[in-house]
């Protein structure tokens, strides 16, 4: 890997990118719906973003965020999630200047749309937009400009994947995304998921492309695998979804 990371108390990292830069990352968990919110600083600019933030969780967000002296620029969502309500809408309020960010094909509301090549920009780093649908249309991978790291939301879990049973997903969809555009990358790139329910935290590249039991089958079984799952149906989906359509929260009237 062109960087190295350093895990210490509190799931804190630092990451250098390739040109030896120090980048902030923080990862921290809502336990509910073991979601995993990702924020990530530039040290220099002090310019942040916040990936998958959860509606729960944002005071404690922007507390963290204020309290590290850091200016959070964009809560970006990976895509539109079933099992929790989005914090971007409500970080738009505690943080004045930082804008909600979704891809374009999700069809949810938000203060800037991406599509698959965009960059996030903050201080001297980038993230850049993978589109990578099958868990829903609109699903995106952020990866940091060196390829050092991968915010895969729900397309790649540890030793799993999103399910492809409802909000238009597709299970040939979902395994080209990930074979055509994380599999891609180098090995030692660090995945960190949107979800994770045993208790990691981060997994890489090689680590799945060898060992996921789902995804190192042939795309024929994975389609089977994926129809035969029977899970139960999220219990906030009916409240999340239309939720995050509307950036998390409705607009405050003007």
Request: contains cysteine.
């Amino acid at each position: 890997m062109a960087g190295s990371a350093l895990r210490v108390a509190g799931r804190q990292l630092s990451q250098y990118s390739e040109s030896g830069a120090p980048i902030l990352l923080r990862q921290m968990f809502e336990p509910k719906s073991c979601t995993y919110t990702y924020l990530l600083g530039d040290r220099e600019s002090r310019e942040a973003v916040l990936i998958d933030p959860v509606l729960e969780t944002a005071h404690r967000d922007a507390q963290l965020v204020k309290e590290l002296g850091l200016q959070l620029l964009y809560a970006v969502n990976t895509h539109c999630h079933a099992d929790h309500i989005t914090g971007s809408g409500l970080l738009r309020s505690l943080l004045p200047g930082c804008q909600s960010v979704i891809s374009r094909l999700s069809g949810a509301q938000a203060d800037m749309h991406i599509e698959d090549g965009d960059p996030i920009r903050f201080g001297r780093f980038a993230l850049e937009t993978r589109a990578s649908p099958g868990h829903t249309p609109g699903c995106v991978t952020f990866v940091l400009d060196d390829h050092s790291m991968a915010f895969t939301g729900d397309t790649l879990l540890i030793r799993g994947c999103g399910r492809t049973d409802f909000q238009q997903g597709c299970a040939k969809t979902l395994y080209h995304s990930v074979h055509e555009k994380i599999f891609t990358l180098p090995g030692d790139c660090l995945i960190y998921p949107a979800h994770d329910y045993h208790g990691l935290t981060v997994s890489t590249v090689e680590e799945e492309r060898t060992l996921n039991p789902r995804l190192t089958l042939s795309c024929e079984e994975f389609v089977k695998v994926m129809s035969k799952l029977n899970l139960p149906k999220p219990q906030q989906i009916d409240f999340a979804v239309p939720a995050n359509m509307r950036c998390g929260i409705q607009t405050p009237p003007s």
